[in-house]
């Protein structure tokens, strides 16, 4: 990685950025005020079991991953980015009156489905508008701004749901109502808020649709891809934050508290990192960020009170603030314009995979060897990706103007 040359002033970020960022803030609040519920709703109100609840939730978030890489090369298709990403925000905004009417579980599998294609659908063509909208100096302020704010989506839709709970007496359909209204919002901020750059339409001849396009992106990406899939097994899925929480002695009424904290840091630091990003090297912040992710888990490993959990959840936050916003710039620097969907959608689902991986080796540890373990596995992963980082240096000669090195 190389620090950027370009001694340019600093620029205010477009409104379309804002309305994006905006768009995924309220977007995340009523997701996550609606998945925060959504279990309880299944197993006490419409009676399924955990097994069943975990097909619907595996199915879902392989939905959404698969989605993505469709939905970008599309987008590089048609050269229209905006019409997907409302494709996408819409379907989500049309399940959320499902959950409070449903009265089986068909009802919420079906929602639920709907609901991950259009998560699929949005994902890779949203981050390669931003990469479309901004100049290259200032990826990383944006990808930071946006992960920001669905951040802040992330802790405010499970700390609406507590409130609206205790407001409601426990009623959960109509607490799920309460989400309706930001999904629905988050239309009209896109129809009205985001304009997709004239350049981006370009009348040039398309190509058909192939997978072999994938063979023209650069060495540069695959190996932001590698490094991307490397983060994300040494970080396996948040929801063992939750379990870890919980075997520490946290109420079962407050272990959502875990998730917002984690969250609440997240939001906090996303923006600065990625503003950083565009300052300095990227290989240092990312080193960082593992850092922050060896002091989560063992600080996990190590706890014996919820106070130690908290305290391993909020440099959890500071990993992904240091990380995911900078590796979706460093993905935009290093395709092609003409396949940043796809690049996008690709690196998605290999992080999905990778995710999957981490996830399950973490729930075999925990099963066999013991909390601890699966934290301590963790943070030696995390230790191991961080010295391969340090240890690899680019060709000097490597990328264009602009753009940040591997």
Not at 6 to 12: D, F, I, L
Not at 117 to 126: F, L, N
């Amino acid at each position: 990685m190389e620090q950027n040359p370009s001694a340019k002033p600093r620029r205010a970020l477009p409104g379309s950025i804002w309305t994006l960022g905006i768009v995924s803030l309220l977007m995340d609040t009523s997701s996550e005020l609606v998945h925060s519920l959504l279990p309880v709703l299944m197993s006490t109100v419409l009676g399924a079991s955990v097994a069943t609840i975990g097909l619907i939730e595996g199915v879902a978030q392989a939905t959404a991953a698969i989605g993505k890489v469709f939905s970008g090369a599309i987008s590089d298709y048609f050269r229209k980015r905006k019409i997907l990403v409302l494709l996408g925000y819409g379907l989500a905004a049309l399940t959320k009156p499902v959950f409070p009417l449903a009265h089986s579980i068909g009802w919420v599998f079906a929602a639920r489905f709907i609901d991950r294609i259009g998560k699929g659908i949005r994902g890779a063509p949203r981050d390669a508008l931003v990469a479309d909208i901004v100049p290259p100096e200032m990826r990383g302020a944006a990808y930071g701004l946006r992960q920001a704010l669905d951040s802040v989506g992330a802790f405010a839709g499970p700390l609406l749901a507590v409130v609206f709970m205790a407001l409601l007496a426990d009623n959960i359909r109509t607490v799920l109502w309460i989400a309706v209204a930001p999904a629905l919002l988050c239309i009209l901020l896109i129809v009205f808020g985001v304009r997709e750059p004239d350049d981006a339409k370009s009348t040039a001849p398309r190509k058909p649709l192939a997978f072999s396009d994938t063979r023209r992106l650069p060495l540069r990406y695959w190996l932001v891809v590698a490094l991307g899939a490397v983060f994300t097994l040494a970080r396996f899925s948040e929801a063992f934050l939750i379990l870890r929480a919980q075997d520490v002695g946290l109420a079962i009424g407050f272990v959502p508290l875990i998730m917002i904290a984690m969250n609440l840091v997240y939001s906090a630091g996303a923006y600065p990192a990625g503003a950083a990003a565009d300052r300095m090297s990227p290989r240092t912040l990312l080193v960082a960020g593992l850092g922050m992710l060896v002091a989560a888990d063992v600080l996990l490993a190590a706890a014996s009170s919820p106070l130690l959990a908290f305290l391993g959840a909020g440099f959890w936050g500071l990993h992904m603030a240091f990380t995911q916003g900078i590796l979706l710039k460093m993905i935009a620097d290093s395709a092609p314009g003409e396949l940043r969907g796809t690049a996008f959608g690709v690196f998605n689902l290999v992080s999905g995979g990778a995710l999957l991986l981490a996830s399950a080796i973490a729930g075999a540890l925990w099963t066999l060897l013991g909390p601890p373990a699966t934290f301590l596995a963790g943070a030696l992963f995390a230790a191991l990706a961080a010295a391969g980082l340090l240890a690899f240096r680019p060709r000097p000669a490597g990328p264009p103007a602009g753009t940040a090195a591997v």
